[in-house]
């Protein structure tokens, strides 16, 4: 049979796996995201503490993170940590790993966005009488949050699309099943594009707003 | 409870040359990749820049597919599809090794086309029209005038590229293609270590793409510092 026909024959069949994997996908996604935005904020505010020792270690932090594939990370999570008593279950294991990845990766981009604004806002902020830490959240955060969004959003593709990873172990997202029905169906073209569909249906959108972001940016300067 | 030292004091001796071969493979396959995704990209973004619309649109369209794509679907299509497609055709059959590299450059030409393209364009236009008016033509002032001088703005991002590359090809090892995370998850199944091998392999790879990320930094200063 063509290819045309059995991509007719098998599509509702194919696409209600596939989209079921996508529910998967997304909670990753949205739960590393979440994951990596809280704990990157405290690494990107830890690493500008007055203590020596702080900032060494959140610098260490940052860089075996960043030093590291993700893959490998996930690894460690999820077949490691069994070894020394901690059973993970798959979706907890991806997201966790996701979030930590991406964890280190945001704390830059947040100390980029933070150092971006000028010092005599957080001066000016301090002699009126405001303590650092009402300093940083009403002046200083509010500013940074436009220059960090496109970045940021610019993350969230990057996660989506390393959600693909967390196969490996055991979760069960769009990869997973396509892997399932190419040795279920042989049909490894099909699977494989339907599957490339549904990831650009979701990275596409969401690099045009990138996009959009970014002119908005420069206007705003 | 697992005593880590202890287990690395009794296999060190025999897993670290086996994994130190496997980093090889990976510095191979990142550097063969590497340099198709230069060619693909430079490629791809002269496409881009083209006074034609149809070619500008497919470059255009590649590079969103492309980059759209976890690398991981590009690679499964590339090693997988073509021998159920076309059996029989030996040439379309990649080996793992080949099919890491194709795919890898095919995701990286992509992003790297974008890279190449705001570099052109961050050249003011002055350059090209002077070196037009100087009588060159339009081929001669883009390989004499603009891509020499759009090489150092994109050497900082190219080089964060080539990082990610590295830590990339980790994912490679679902292909099967020879390098250190597949040879990891084989030693971590054969020796029921997986703890003590997947850290051994984290830091290997910290090893190989450390020096990377301070080589890229350092880059990025001096060209600022030089402007």
């Not at chain 1, 200083?140 to 990873?165: C, E, G, H, Y």
């Not at chain 2, 029989?88 to 590299?101: D, E, I, P, R, Y």
């Not at chain 2, 030409?109 to 974008?114: C, D, K, P, S, V």
Request: aromatic share 10%; charged share 15%.
């Amino acid at each position: 049979m063509g290819f045309w026909a059995n991509m007719i024959k098998e599509f509702p069949y194919f696409m209600s796996v596939l989209l079921h994997g996508a529910v998967t996908t997304i909670t990753v996604a949205v739960g590393a995201l979440a994951f990596a935005l809280v704990v990157g904020l405290v690494v990107a505010l830890l690493k500008m503490s007055p203590f020596r020792v702080v900032r060494f270690v959140t610098s260490a932090y940052i860089e075996l993170l960043r030093g590291t594939p993700a893959l490998a990370q996930l690894f460690v999570i999820y077949f490691g940590l069994p070894d020394v008593g901690i059973d993970v279950a798959p979706v907890t294991a991806a997201i966790v790993g996701l979030g930590i990845n991406g964890s280190a990766y945001l704390a830059e981009v947040y100390r980029a966005g933070i150092e971006s604004i000028h010092k005599g806002q957080v001066e000016a902020a301090l002699s009126l009488g405001m303590t650092p830490a009402r300093a940083m959240q009403y002046i200083i955060l509010p500013q940074a949050v436009r220059v960090m969004l496109p970045p940021i959003t610019n993350f969230s593709i990057v996660l989506l699309k390393d959600t693909a990873l967390v196969s490996v172990v055991a979760a069960p997202e769009i990869m997973f099943y396509a892997r399932n029905l190419v040795t279920e169906t042989f049909l490894s073209m099909q699977v494989y594009l339907l599957a490339a569909l549904i990831y650009l249906s979701m990275t596409i959108p969401m690099a045009r707003v990138v996009a959009m972001l970014e002119r908005k940016r420069k206007a705003w300067r | 409870m697992l005593d880590l030292v202890e287990v690395y004091r009794e296999n060190i001796a025999s897993w670290l040359p086996e994994m130190g071969m496997a980093c090889l493979g990976t510095l191979k396959l990142t550097f063969v990749s590497f340099l198709l995704a230069i060619a693909v990209g430079l490629l791809v973004a002269l496409l881009r820049i083209s006074t034609h619309r149809t070619i500008r649109g497919v470059a255009l369209t590649y590079i969103e597919v492309a980059r759209g794509m976890p690398a991981l679907v590009i690679l499964y299509i590339v090693y997988f599809v073509p021998p159920q497609v076309a059996p029989g055709v030996k040439w379309l059959a990649f080996s793992s090794f080949t099919a890491a590299v194709i795919g890898l450059a095919i995701h990286g030409g992509a992003i790297l086309a974008e890279i190449f393209r705001s570099g052109i364009e961050a050249l003011h236009r002055g350059q090209r029209e002077a070196a037009l008016s100087l009588g060159m033509t339009p081929t001669k002032a883009m390989a004499y005038i603009i891509l020499p001088q759009a090489t150092r703005i994109v050497l900082p991002p190219v080089a964060n590229y080539a990082i990610g590359l590295l830590k990339d090809t980790a994912v490679c090892s679902l292909i099967a293609a020879p390098e250190l995370m597949l040879r990891a998850k084989d030693l971590a199944s054969s020796s029921f270590q997986p703890m003590a091998v997947f850290l051994l392999a984290a830091a290997l790879y910290f090893v190989m793409s450390y020096p990377l990320a301070l080589g890229a930094r350092y880059l990025e200063m001096r060209l600022n510092y030089s402007r």
